[in-house]
């Protein structure tokens, strides 16, 4: 089983500023089964990047994805007031499907 | 508009039964594998089950394998979730999502709540 790891575990940023997130796993991933989501309390998840690096529909392009392998990465150039939120990253691998522990995005 | 509306969650005790349900609407559910994933309360995500189009494939996360039973009704547009000898530890809200193309969730609906209680 992949078992996917999301660094930091918080992050206090400022709107307008912008916030970096990790995911490594702990195996290759392909590149086409890597995606992030984002979620607000009380809310469900909602599917912000697959494929690694393609915006899902109705996602501002202030969100984008990247990395390959093991080591991939979330980023959100400039952060909106919406985009306080916890992040979780998700793999697909020999029938499993993994998420990472998340990232919380706190408002500094 | 693609909606998933949950059903089914309660208040259950240890070693007890539930059936979950969630109804699609806005798109073709023959069309999709679909999944349940599950969040305890303060905790992440966790990738319950999933099912084929057709239903002759599913895939279970080995905590729950010969305990929770996936299945659909593609004529009632309709995804079901058995859940047998339930635990503590199954405490969660449940989540129905439909596989995007790349194996992601790229709809969800907005939960039914499963606790399990001695």
């Known amino acids: 089983e992949i078992v996917l790891t999301q660094s930091p575990g918080s992050l206090s940023l400022s709107p307008g500023e912008r916030a970096t997130l990790s995911c490594r796993a702990s195996?290759?991933?392909?590149?086409?089964?890597l995606a992030w989501y984002q979620q607000k309390p009380g809310q469900a998840p909602r599917l912000l990047i697959y494929?690694?690096?393609s915006r899902a529909t109705g996602i501002p392009d202030r969100f984008s994805g990247s990395g390959s392998g093991t080591d991939f990465t979330l980023t959100i150039s400039r952060l909106e007031p919406e985009d306080f939120a916890v992040y979780y990253c998700q793999q697909y691998g020999s029938s499993l499907w993994t998420f990472g522990q998340g990232t919380k995005v706190e408002i500094k | 508009e693609v909606q998933l509306v949950e059903s089914g969650g309660d208040l259950v005790q240890r070693g007890g039964s539930l059936r979950l349900s969630c109804a699609a609407s806005?798109?073709?559910?023959?069309?999709?594998?679909m999944s349940w994933v599950r969040q305890a309360p303060g905790k992440g995500l966790e990738w319950v089950a999933n099912i084929r189009q057709d239903g002759t494939e599913k895939y279970y996360v080995d905590s729950v394998k010969g305990r929770f039973t996936i299945s659909r009704d593609n004529a009632k547009n309709s995804l079901f979730l058995q859940m047998n000898s339930l635990r503590d530890e199954d405490t969660a809200v449940y989540y129905c999502a439909r596989h995007g193309s790349y194996n992601d969730f790229d709809y969800w609906g907005q939960g039914t709540l499963v606790t399990v209680s001695s």
């Open positions: 195996q290759s991933v392909s590149s086409s089964y």
């Open positions: 494929a690694a690096s």
């Open positions: 806005g798109f073709t559910l023959n069309s999709y594998w």
